[in-house]
Structure formats: C-alpha cells, structure tokens
T-cell receptor, first 114, second 114 residues
C-alpha cells in the first residue's frame, strides 16, 4: 500500500474508552491525512498535517485528536466524545499538501464498538 | 457546494465485457480529477489523474475521459477481469493558493463474474 502502514487492522472500542490508530509512512512525505469511510458515503476528512508539529481540523474533527511529532508518524485517537465511531479509517500521505499531488493510502483500520 | 456524484452505484458484468463508470462534479476552482480503485477492506490506489486541459488518459485497460465544460468524467474498463471487482472512486481536487481540498465521490461497486 505505497509505504504506508496502518495498525491494527481491526480494533474494538468499549464504551467510554479512547483508542489510538497508528499510521506510519516511509515515503518521506510531508503531508499526512486521516479519513473516515462509512458505507454509501464518500471519504470524509478528519484531520490533516502539512508538516511536522502542525495539523489542521478537517470536516469531521469532533471527537478525534491527532499528533505529528515525527514526519513518519500521524496517530489518530478516537475519544469517548465520538459517539458513532464505527467506521473504516484510512490514513494517507502525499509529498506535499498540494492538490496536484497523489494521495497514497494505507490498508485501513476497521473500528467497531463493543 | 462542492460535490462529486458517481453512477451507477453498483454494476455487475461478465468477465471479458467492457463497462463505463460515470462521475459528475461541481467543484470550484477545479484543479484535477483522479480515479481510484479500492479493493474490499483495503485502501484506494490511484489509477489516473487528469487536469483541466486533458481529455483522455489511459492506464492499461483503464481509460479515463474528462469534459471540463460539462464537468463530467468517465472511466472505461476494457476486457474486464475478475480482479477488476472493486469499488472505483472519483476524486476531484479543488485548487486555490495555499489551500487544498479533495472531494470524494461515493464510488461505484463493480462485480465481475466468471
């Protein structure tokens, strides 16, 4: 999947629990993104980061948090404030946050609520 | 409102047949349009990219067309194979200095039968 590794593949969250999804890339890309995919809907942007130590909210950031302490890593935390977390989560990266750049996606994490 | 609409939602064809998927968009300012292939449970993979000035682009058995006047794109798959079974997602990038935005369609789910 283009040098982007997401883990775990499947994740279960209990009520009131925070969970963290991992995303690592070895493409030396500056920009990284988190998307949420629900059945019958297009991908929706949660957060994106154009450069290390910087990140911006996307369209559906409520209930989520991120960090970008290293260029290669962009973990996503799904907090207890996210009331409907069940979805397929995709991490992506690109050389820069430029609309001409191709997005490279990881293989996704399926999050379900117990 | 920036939108990308794809049709049909799903399609079933026999192996060896051709098919065409449609994408209509209302995105401004337009930067480029990509088609992605997403296998079940995996991340999307880029097939083609088209800018405003390009009408046709091919990638093996995949041929994408773009009509910037009518804001329509199509993806034609020739001599389909079982491995073509996947969702095909149209993604339009909105341009603009210092900003970025990818607008995702909901995808067409293609099933190729033997």
């Amino acid at each position: 999947d283009g040098g982007i590794t997401q883990s775990p593949k499947y994740l279960f969250r209990k009520e009131g629990q925070n969970v963290t999804l991992s995303c690592e890339q070895n493409l030396n890309h500056d920009a990284m993104y988190w998307y949420r995919q629900d059945p019958g809907q297009g991908l929706r942007l949660i957060y994106y980061s154009q450069i290390v130590n910087d990140f911006q909210k996307g369209d559906i950031a409520e209930g989520y948090s991120v960090s970008r302490e290293k260029k290669e890593s962009f973990p996503l935390t799904v907090t207890s404030a996210q009331k409907n977390p069940t979805a397929f989560y995709l991490c992506a990266s690109s050389r820069s946050a430029n609309t001409n750049e191709k997005l490279f996606f990881g293989s996704g994490t399926q999050l379900s609520v117990l | 409102k920036n939108q990308v609409e794809q049709s049909p939602q799903s399609l079933i064809i026999l192996e060896g047949k051709n098919c065409t998927l449609q994408c209509n968009y209302t995105v401004s300012p337009f930067s480029n349009l990509r088609w992605y292939k997403q296998d079940t449970g995996r991340g999307p993979v880029s097939l083609t990219i088209m800018t405003f000035s390009e009408n046709t682009k091919s990638n093996g058995r995949y041929t994408a067309t773009l009509d910037a006047d009518t804001k329509q794109s199509s993806l034609h798959i020739t001599a389909s194979q079982l491995s073509d079974s996947a969702s095909y997602i149209c993604v339009v990038s909105a341009g603009g200095s210092g900003t970025y935005k990818y607008i995702f369609g909901t995808g067409t789910r293609l099933k190729v039968l033997a």
